[in-house]
């Protein structure tokens, strides 16, 4: 069992930053595939980053250039540093973990930009 727990979204003005993270449970981080799912106005959860055990980072293409998905294996933690912040990006962000199969959620943290 893997427990995610993410923090760091908030309330920031369009143009600002803002950095997520997720910690995550257990003594296998560095094998697990991270990625960031985002869930906007009510529509479908959407996968937006994905980083794989070895670094590799993938980015949906709205997020791209803006957006960097990175993890510290030391800290089991997986970051998504978030910059030049639309309204368009406002909604629930949640991280996920995929190992041997099995996919893990976390709670979601709220980023809402403001216009």
């Known amino acids: 069992q893997v427990q995610l727990v993410e923090s760091g979204g908030g309330l920031v003005q369009a143009g600002g930053s803002l950095r997520l993270s997720c910690a995550a449970s257990?003594?296998?981080?560095?094998?697990?595939?991270m990625r960031w799912y985002r869930q906007i106005s009510g529509t479908e959860r959407k996968l937006a980053a994905t980083i794989t055990s070895s670094g590799t980072a993938y980015y949906e293409d709205s997020v791209k250039g803006r957006f960097t998905i990175s993890r510290d294996n030391a800290k089991n933690t997986v970051y998504l540093q978030m910059n030049s912040l639309k309204p368009e990006d406002t909604g629930l962000y949640y991280c996920n973990a995929l190992t041997m199969g099995v996919e893990y959620w976390g709670q979601g943290t709220q980023v809402t930009v403001s216009s």
């Open positions: 257990g003594r296998l981080f560095s094998i697990y595939t």
